[in-house]
């Protein structure tokens, strides 16, 4: 794990509509924590079918194994593991909630990502089962930066 300080990307620079780029940023997120994933030394490839309950896709070689990872960005104190929010204007308030926590059943993998400084958690979904459906990033401190969990896995 690094001990330098990671530096804070500039955000919305050119003043974008909130809500766009809520969006837009969320997909930053997604693409920057997959390049993350690559620069650890893992191929990893995002995953173009938006219902789908995960966001890649990284093949952690040896075993032939493939994990799915759900990309979760953060720009607070805390990470989320639940999926199916939508939020904005266009969504109807009326309709069901839709709103449900991730399981094995969806995902292997939640990838935290800090928006402010790419900063990743790398997190076995089996681990997010015994907590909430957030957890705070101070208690997340093992998770982050830790690529052996990745190896590890690999090796299992």
């Known amino acids: 794990m690094d001990n330098h300080t990671h530096q804070t990307w500039v955000i919305n620079l050119t003043g974008i509509d ?9 997909n930053a997120d997604e693409l920057i924590a997959i390049g993350r994933v690559i ?3 893992f191929p990893c490839s995002r995953v173009d079918v938006t219902n789908a309950k ?7 070689g040896g075993k032939q194994k493939l994990l799915r990872i759900q ?11 639940t999926g199916g929010y939508r939020s904005g204007v266009q ?6 909630k839709r ?11 939640i990838l935290g990502i800090d928006t402010r400084t790419s900063e990743c958690y790398i997190i076995p979904i089996e681990d997010t089962q015994e907590w909430g459906n ?10 982050k930066e830790n690529w052996q969990i990745l190896i590890d896995l690999a090796l299992e």
């Open 99 to 109: 709103t449900y926590k991730y399981t094995k059943k969806d995902c292997d993998l």
């Open 54 to 60: 995960y966001d890649a896709i990284v093949d952690l």
């Open 91 to 96: 969504i109807d308030r009326n309709a069901p």
């Open 134 to 143: 957030t957890k705070s990033l101070s208690q997340l401190q093992h998770y």
């Open 39 to 41: 620069k650890a030394g």
């Open 71 to 81: 990309i979760k960005g953060t720009g607070g104190d805390t990470l989320n593991f």
């Open 18 to 26: 909130k809500g766009i780029f809520r969006t837009m940023n969320g």
